[in-house]
């Protein structure tokens, strides 16, 4: 029915490309850990353990250090609205016809949303077995961002009677309103609705839509570019302001938040591997060494859509994938298939909710579970977008989206594990397709050939 994204947005996926490679040979993320590091160093100096400073003088002095950093976040938490809407929209438009949506956008789809809300599922009660966030001084930290936590989210607890009519309010009368309120699962869920629209209408009419939607999305990222820019300048100073007040001990108990999202990680990659087994008869080291070299780009770049082309390649060449699923799954799955971005958002949700005390209920789980997989499935496949989604999936549950500047000096290292999953499991779901749908889709000249 619609172009392809490379035909609908050339220059802004060769520029992305760019970007990335600019990022990559200019090794930014060394630059964010010696941030860091600097920022630690700083932060014991000006903290009561040496007293460089008389107290006062040193919050004074880390307030003015934090100031890039809250300008990092709000440059985040600005574009996320506008960001996410379009990324929701753009993604479930990446059909190339008709026949593609009818006969494989449903099974690739569903496999995906599916797959989305088991990693999601498993963060979050891997987050809840290991408590991760128990490891840091919730109090001092509580007292060091009291200036920015907002109030605590809504305990009444949601009876079964209550059911129907809080999910007539997840529908938004009013888009706009949820828009300026910052309603984010309302949010979502319009930007759904109104990609399905445009997708049963006539080319001719959603064609210029689909233009401003795309160049929103390219807006956006450039002003999330900017921000990335910015980052080790903010890691520096918001690490240096925190180590300041709590001290270095609460930064040591980072360990088990990062231990904790990895071993999600890998679990999640244990359950990609089972499936191929069991759906595909497909060895997992076999799946593993043909997909290592599209692998290792994508832990390098920790960008989806820049591995896209490699991706294609090696589910065609290496996977024995039909280029009718791959060209069709690949791109698909590079802007909505985010599992292991998803699992690191459940594990972050819950760890900064430990870390400020905040008890989410079992209502606030499902909107958890709910709008991270509703997050992920929008997420432009693009290095520090999980640090914005993040921003919004933490604001719907009440958790202080402050709290992000705990977790950004080690957010590379997970993106670049989570951006690896991700590209594993849009692979995977290739292999699984063309065992499943493969004789249904492919063309005469694939079959013959």
């Given at each position: 029915m619609f172009d392809s994204l490379e035909q609908l947005q050339p220059r802004s996926l060769k520029n992305l490309s760019d970007h990335l490679n600019r990022l990559v040979a200019g090794r930014l993320w060394l630059k964010v850990l010696i941030g860091m590091g600097l920022g630690v160093i700083v932060g014991i100096l000006l903290g009561p353990s040496v007293g460089l400073l008389e107290r006062e003088a040193a919050l004074v002095v880390g307030d003015w250090l934090a100031l890039p950093g809250r300008l990092f976040l709000v440059l985040i938490q600005m574009i996320v609205i506008p960001l996410v809407f379009a990324s929701i929209i753009m993604g479930l438009c990446s059909t190339e016809s008709v026949e593609q949506l009818k006969r494989l956008g449903l099974w690739v789809v569903g496999f995906f949303v599916v797959t989305t809300t088991i990693a999601i599922i498993i963060g979050v009660n891997l987050a809840l077995l290991i408590k991760p966030g128990h490891y840091?001084?919730?109090?001092?930290?509580?007292?060091?961002?009291?200036?920015?936590?907002?109030?605590?989210?809504?305990?009444?607890?949601?009876?079964?009677?209550?059911?129907?009519?809080?999910?007539?309010?997840?529908?938004?009368?009013?888009?706009?309103?949820?828009?300026?309120?910052?309603?984010?699962?309302?949010?979502?869920?319009f930007a759904v609705v109104f990609g399905l629209a445009l997708i049963m209408t006539?080319?001719?009419?959603?064609?210029?839509?689909?233009?401003?939607?795309?160049?929103?999305?390219?807006?956006?990222?450039?002003?999330?570019?900017?921000?990335?820019?910015?980052?080790?300048?903010?890691?520096?100073?918001?690490?240096a302001q925190l180590t300041s007040r709590i001290g270095l001990e609460a930064l040591l108990g980072m360990a088990v938040y990062v231990c904790t999202v990895l071993a999600g990680l890998v679990l999640l990659l244990v359950l990609y591997m089972l499936l191929?087994?069991?759906t595909a008869t497909f060895q997992p080291l076999d799946f593993l060494r043909r997909s290592r070299d599209v692998l290792l780009l994508a832990f390098s770049t920790s960008s989806s859509a820049a591995v896209m082309p490699l991706s294609i390649k090696t589910a065609e060449e290496k996977l024995g994938v039909a280029p009718s699923i791959a060209r069709f799954v690949i791109p698909v799955g590079a802007t909505i298939n985010m599992n292991g971005t998803a699992l690191y958002q459940g594990v972050a949700a819950i760890f900064l909710a430990q870390v400020f005390g905040i008890d989410i209920t079992p209502a606030g789980m499902l909107v958890l579970v709910v709008v991270a997989v509703g997050a992920s499935i929008g997420s432009p496949a693009t290095p520090g977008v999980g640090i914005v989604i993040l921003a919004m999936i933490l604001n719907s549950v009440g958790i202080p989206a402050a709290g992000i500047a705990l977790i950004m000096g080690v957010d590379r290292l997970l993106d670049m594990c989570r951006t690896a999953v991700n590209v594993t499991g849009d692979l995977v779901a290739c292999v699984i397709m063309h065992r499943w749908l493969g004789a249904e889709v492919q063309s005469p000249a694939e079959v013959s050939g």
């Amino acid at each position: 029915m619609f172009d392809s994204l490379e035909q609908l947005q050339p220059r802004s996926l060769k520029n992305l490309s760019d970007h990335l490679n600019r990022l990559v040979a200019g090794r930014l993320w060394l630059k964010v850990l010696i941030g860091m590091g600097l920022g630690v160093i700083v932060g014991i100096l000006l903290g009561p353990s040496v007293g460089l400073l008389e107290r006062e003088a040193a919050l004074v002095v880390g307030d003015w250090l934090a100031l890039p950093g809250r300008l990092f976040l709000v440059l985040i938490q600005m574009i996320v609205i506008p960001l996410v809407f379009a990324s929701i929209i753009m993604g479930l438009c990446s059909t190339e016809s008709v026949e593609q949506l009818k006969r494989l956008g449903l099974w690739v789809v569903g496999f995906f949303v599916v797959t989305t809300t088991i990693a999601i599922i498993i963060g979050v009660n891997l987050a809840l077995l290991i408590k991760p966030g128990h490891y840091i001084d919730s109090r001092m930290v509580q007292e060091s961002m009291s200036g920015t936590m907002p109030a605590a989210a809504n305990d009444t607890a949601v009876t079964f009677t209550d059911i129907p009519g809080h999910l007539v309010e997840l529908f938004p009368a009013n888009p706009l309103t949820s828009m300026v309120e910052g309603q984010m699962l309302q949010v979502v869920i319009f930007a759904v609705v109104f990609g399905l629209a445009l997708i049963m209408t006539p080319p001719e009419r959603s064609r210029p839509m689909l233009e401003f939607l795309g160049s929103l999305q390219e807006i956006c990222m450039t002003v999330v570019r900017g921000a990335m820019w910015l980052a080790p300048l903010a890691v520096f100073g918001l690490i240096a302001q925190l180590t300041s007040r709590i001290g270095l001990e609460a930064l040591l108990g980072m360990a088990v938040y990062v231990c904790t999202v990895l071993a999600g990680l890998v679990l999640l990659l244990v359950l990609y591997m089972l499936l191929l087994v069991i759906t595909a008869t497909f060895q997992p080291l076999d799946f593993l060494r043909r997909s290592r070299d599209v692998l290792l780009l994508a832990f390098s770049t920790s960008s989806s859509a820049a591995v896209m082309p490699l991706s294609i390649k090696t589910a065609e060449e290496k996977l024995g994938v039909a280029p009718s699923i791959a060209r069709f799954v690949i791109p698909v799955g590079a802007t909505i298939n985010m599992n292991g971005t998803a699992l690191y958002q459940g594990v972050a949700a819950i760890f900064l909710a430990q870390v400020f005390g905040i008890d989410i209920t079992p209502a606030g789980m499902l909107v958890l579970v709910v709008v991270a997989v509703g997050a992920s499935i929008g997420s432009p496949a693009t290095p520090g977008v999980g640090i914005v989604i993040l921003a919004m999936i933490l604001n719907s549950v009440g958790i202080p989206a402050a709290g992000i500047a705990l977790i950004m000096g080690v957010d590379r290292l997970l993106d670049m594990c989570r951006t690896a999953v991700n590209v594993t499991g849009d692979l995977v779901a290739c292999v699984i397709m063309h065992r499943w749908l493969g004789a249904e889709v492919q063309s005469p000249a694939e079959v013959s050939g």
